[in-house]
């Protein structure tokens, strides 16, 4: 087993309950401009930013959207629901006994907006170092981009950090980066 010196989490569905919750946010945004995104595609697409699938539905569907104004909707109609949002306890717990000890980022294919208002209404900001979103990379997950440049920016090589994820977008990205992968979908089956 090698010795763990970093740890880096997603945010949506492994530190905070969001998922349901992004769903409702998206079925809002799917009725407003005609689009048709089943719910088990939408859980299948997990850490893949707003935008990115907006464009892909609309070519798929044959719709003109301006990803990026309807992401936006998208944003606000989730954080409408901000308040309701919770913590996914067994993840934060890891977080908050690993604090202070070894160095933790989160690497999350949401904005940097949102993502620091979960973090900040969970009260659990203060125990990462970094922070990285969709706007800090170029190619999202499954591409490893993400968890890579979350491994940098708190000073550890990819190969000796701890990923945790709850997709399977996710948990290739955090293979492909090198990490130990930890499948929070596991962990709460466990429970």
Request: overall charge negative; proline content about 4%; some cysteine.
């Amino acid at each position: 087993m090698k010795q763990i010196k970093g740890i880096v989490f997603d945010c949506d569905g492994t530190l905070a309950d969001t998922m349901p919750l992004h769903w409702r946010a998206w079925q809002t945004i799917s009725r407003r401009h005609n689009l048709h995104f089943p719910q088990d595609r939408f859980y299948s697409l997990g850490g893949v930013p707003t935008r990115d699938i907006l464009r892909m539905l609309g070519t798929e569907q044959g719709l003109t959207l301006d990803a990026l104004a309807v992401a936006k909707e998208k944003e606000e109609a989730y954080l409408a629901f901000l308040q309701e949002v919770g913590p996914i306890h067994c993840v934060v717990e890891i977080a908050r006994e690993n604090h202070g000890r070894i160095p933790m980022a989160v690497a999350s294919g949401g904005t940097r907006n949102v993502i620091e208002m979960v973090l900040r209404h969970l009260d659990i900001r203060d125990l990462f170092q970094a922070i990285v979103t969709s706007e800090d990379v170029t190619r999202q997950k499954p591409a490893p981009d993400i968890f890579l440049e979350a491994a940098r920016r708190i000073g550890v090589e990819a190969q000796h950090c701890r990923g945790y994820e709850d997709t399977d977008l996710g948990m290739q990205a955090i293979r492909a980066a090198g990490m130990e992968a930890v499948d929070v979908r596991d962990m709460l089956a466990a429970k």
